[in-house]
T-cell receptor, first 110, second 115 residues
Framework: GQQVMQIPQYQHVQEGEDFTTYCNSSTTLSNIQWYKQRPGGHPVFLIQLVKSGEVKKQKRLTFQFGEAKKNSSLHITATQTTDVGTYFCAVGDSWGKLQFGAGTQVVVTP | EAGVAQSPRYKIIEKRQSVAFWCNPISGHATLYWYQQILGQGPKLLIQFQNNGVVDDSQLPKDRFSAERLKGVDSTLKIQPAKLEDSAVYLC?????????????FGDGTRLSIL
C-alpha cells in the first residue's frame, strides 16, 4: 500500500514562532487530509487537499499540496498554546480509506 | 449533531481473555471504520464497513479479531484471545459516504490495556 512519511516526528516550538510539518510520498496521491489530535483526544478533521499545487488557509494554518501531488505541508504561524497536539496527514483512496502518517507531535513553550 | 459514541472508554484484561468494543456512528453515516492506534503512532485501519457490508478488512488479524455491523448502524469489534501487543486505543470513525475525500469523524476511543 501507499507509504507516507511525516517529518519531523517531534517539534518543540516557542509561543509566537512559526513551524512547518511535511508529509511525503513516493507515489502520486489522489487526495490528502490533515487531522489534529490533542493529547488524550481523538483525531479531528482539519482539511482536505485534492488539486495539484492547492493552497488552503484556516486562520493561522496554511495547507499546501505539492505540484506533483507527492507531498503536502502544514505551516502554522504565530504558534499558540492551543496548537499543542499531534498533526497527522492521511492519504485517501477512492473508497474513502485513509492511511495515516506517524504524525508530528507539537509541544509549545509559553 | 451528536458525535460518534464508543464504549467502554477504558478496559483492562489479561492476555488470552476476550474483549468487545461498541460503536454508534453519527446518524445517517453509511461508512464506519475501526482503527487501532498504538502509542506514538498514527491510526491504523482495521476494517471499513459500508452499511452492513465489509469494504476492506485486509489489515484485520482475522485469527483473533472480528467485527460486525449487522443492521448497518452500530458496530462491535471483538478480540479473542487478546495478546500483549493488542494494547492500544481502538478508535471508531464514521463518514457520510464511501467515496474519496469524505472527512472522517472519530469517537473518543477505547483504551485497552493487556496485562
Amino acid at each position: 500500500g501507499q507509504q507516507v512519511m511525516q517529518i519531523p516526528q517531534y517539534q518543540h516550538v516557542q509561543e509566537g514562532e512559526d513551524f512547518t510539518t511535511y508529509c511525503n510520498s513516493s507515489t502520486t496521491l489522489s487526495n490528502i487530509q490533515w487531522y489534529k489530535q490533542r493529547p488524550g483526544g481523538h483525531p479531528v478533521f482539519l482539511i482536505q487537499l485534492v488539486k495539484s499545487g492547492e493552497v488552503k488557509k484556516q486562520k493561522r494554518l496554511t495547507f499546501q499540496f505539492g505540484e506533483a501531488k507527492k507531498n503536502s505541508s502544514l505551516h502554522i504561524t504565530a504558534t499558540q498554546t492551543t496548537d499543542v497536539g499531534t498533526y497527522f496527514c492521511a492519504v485517501g483512496d477512492s473508497w474513502g480509506k485513509l492511511q495515516f502518517g506517524a504524525g508530528t507531535q507539537v509541544v509549545v513553550t509559553p | 449533531e451528536a458525535g460518534v459514541a464508543q464504549s467502554p472508554r477504558y478496559k483492562i484484561i489479561e492476555k488470552r481473555q476476550s474483549v468487545a468494543f461498541w460503536c454508534n456512528p453519527i446518524s445517517g453515516h453509511a461508512t464506519l471504520y475501526w482503527y487501532q492506534q498504538i502509542l506514538g503512532q498514527g491510526p491504523k485501519l482495521l476494517i471499513q464497513f459500508q452499511n452492513n457490508g465489509v469494504v476492506d478488512d485486509s489489515q484485520l488479524p482475522k485469527d483473533r479479531f472480528s467485527a460486525e455491523r449487522l443492521k448497518g448502524v452500530d458496530s462491535t469489534l471483538k478480540i479473542q484471545p487478546a495478546k500483549l501487543e493488542d494494547s492500544a486505543v481502538y478508535l471508531c470513525a464514521s463518514s457520510l459516504l464511501v467515496i474519496a475525500g469524505q472527512p472522517q469523524h472519530f469517537g473518543d476511543g477505547t483504551r485497552l490495556s493487556i496485562l
